[in-house]
T-cell receptor, first 115, second 107 residues
């Protein structure tokens, strides 16, 4: 089954404790991205990757890191989480990025609470 | 600043009516446009994609694109209570989403 998976689905952590949210897709997609969703603000892009070893900042990259060492995986790293990073996070993938690109497929989401 | 704007709603329509959702965008270079549906607490799922000016129909859904006026709309005919969700407009060129319009279909 073609899908985007995220783990964990739910996470409660404390300020400053490093965490990683994993994202994996099995569709051989080149493009992957991370979004956070907060009430009233919609989906805001954190980071995206056009292909392996190619990543770039989205609209809200502060406090986050990513890496793309393999085509299928795109982990999101919070090295020192803060309460303002409490949010619902979505990973997404697409066949390709850029102007002539395709629809994105979303993972199930990770609800993160930082206390 | 490139932006995608939607009326946040909520939009309420009676069952069986036509729901009309609108989206405007600022980047004239945008070429790909998508409508996603998102149920509360769930991930967005694609409803329609549109790339050319005009209308595109898929079942009860019709997407309309007008690049000159920089707007894209989604019409839902014969609205059902199961259509109650937040609808997100996405403009692909720079991966931006609108904030979404919450639609409620009342039985």
């Amino acid at each position: 089954e073609a899908q985007v998976t995220q783990n964990p689905r739910y996470l409660i952590t404390v300020t400053g404790k490093k965490l990683t949210v994993t994202c994996s897709q099995n569709m051989n997609h080149e493009y992957m991205s991370w979004y956070r969703q907060d009430p009233g603000l919609g989906l805001r892009q954190i980071y995206y990757s056009m292909n392996v070893e190619v990543t770039d900042k989205g609209d809200v990259p502060e406090g986050y890191k990513v890496s793309r060492k393999e085509k299928r995986n795109f982990p999101l790293i919070l090295e020192s989480p803060s309460p303002n990073q409490t949010s619902l996070y979505f990973c997404a993938s697409s066949l390709s990025g850029g102007a002539g690109s395709y629809e994105q497929y979303f993972g199930p989401g990770t609800r993160l609470t930082v206390t | 600043q490139k932006e995608v704007e939607q009326n946040s709603g909520p939009l309420s329509v009676p069952e069986g009516a036509i729901a009309s959702l609108n989206c405007t965008y600022s980047d004239r270079g945008s070429q790909s446009f998508f409508w996603y549906r998102q149920y509360s607490g769930k991930s967005p799922e694609l409803i329609m994609s549109i790339y050319s000016n005009g209308d595109k129909e898929d079942g009860r859904f019709t997407a309309q694109l007008n690049k000159a006026s920089q707007y894209v709309s989604l019409l839902i005919r014969d609205s059902q209570p199961s259509d109650s969700a937040t609808y997100l407009c996405a403009v692909r060129a720079d991966m931006r989403f609108g904030a979404g319009t919450r639609l409620t279909v009342k039985p």
